[in-house]
């Protein structure tokens, strides 16, 4: 086997012994259990396992490992993906008029806190092509005309299925986007809300938040559902505000949480820590990857 680090999500109803099958399983084909993450749901009865393997000295092929493994995952009604880590995934960032997600997920990513190839910057907009310049990552400028949005989704898709794309980021994107085009890319697309869900949906959000007269405000990133800010929740955050903020403070002050929340949930998705259930992230911790 190519690669080196093997990592397994299995979720499945639980029952007795399914660590002692699955690690046994995995010890006997010759793999070095690095990480072994569990998680039980009692209340609706299922099992969520991560397992992170070291595969040097192995001599399975992956093919093989998968038919095999497919043996034990059968019979007991295993949901499972395995990720083998011999290629960064390969990213697309959807943009409008907002810079302060996508100037700060290029420079994660140049600095190597993102562990991926960003190809490509998408914008119905034109106005953000110098921040995808200046690091050097192809811009394409997609406007949405009147009574053209579905072809301009068409060409989106195009270009993502062109360049291969495993996981689109909604970085501020202010499109709504259509059933067929989420249905294209399931549990690929993550999107920041810019308020702490599921309150203060839709648009403008800091100003009904300000009438409101709230005490924290916060971001939300999530998987995109053809439900409008109501896919599964990967990672959330909130800062304590007071009466004297404006709506423009708490903008800013949103933004910057919107930029850890953003970073945090797609290093998940990149490091392969979540699993969805019913419209629900299991997103496990850090296993010191």
Not at 38 to 64: C, D, P, W
Not at 80 to 89: A, F, H, L, M, Q
Not at 91 to 98: F, R
Request: net charge negative.
């Amino acid at each position: 086997m190519d690669s080196q680090i093997v990592t397994f999500l299995i979720n499945c109803p639980d029952d007795k012994g399914l660590v002692a099958k699955i690690t046994n399983f995995f010890y006997s084909k010759g793999f070095n259990i690095l990480s072994c993450q569990q998680y039980v749901n009692s209340i609706e009865n299922t099992y969520f396992m991560r397992i992170r393997l070291n595969a040097e000295g192995t001599h399975i092929s992956k093919k093989e490992l998968e038919a095999n493994f497919l043996e034990l995952a059968e019979p007991l009604n295993f949901n499972w993906s395995v990720n083998y880590g011999d290629r960064k995934p390969n990213v697309a960032i959807l943009v409008s008029h907002t810079s302060h997600c996508l100037y700060d997920l290029l420079e994660r990513q140049k600095e190597g806190d993102l562990d991926c190839t960003i190809s490509m910057v998408i914008s119905n907009h034109d106005k953000l092509r110098p921040i995808a310049e200046m690091f050097n990552i192809p811009y394409f400028y997609l406007p949405v005309t009147k009574g053209a949005k579905e072809k301009q989704e068409e060409e989106v898709i195009k270009l993502l299925e062109d360049h291969k794309i495993d996981l689109i980021i909604m970085a501020r994107y202010m499109q709504i986007l259509s059933s067929n085009f989420i249905n294209s890319f399931p549990e690929r697309i993550i999107n920041i809300h810019h308020s702490f869900l599921p309150a203060f949906q839709g648009a403008n959000p800091y100003k009904r938040a300000y009438e409101r007269g709230v005490k924290l405000i916060g971001a939300t990133a999530h998987y995109a559902t053809e439900d409008l800010d109501e896919g599964p929740i990967i990672e959330q955050g909130v800062e304590r505000v007071t009466h004297d903020c404006t709506p423009k403070t708490l903008k800013r002050i949103g933004a910057d949480v919107e930029r850890l929340v953003l970073a945090k949930a797609i290093k998940c998705h990149l490091q392969n820590q979540i699993i969805v259930a019913n419209n629900r992230a299991v997103v496990f911790p850090e296993s010191g990857e």
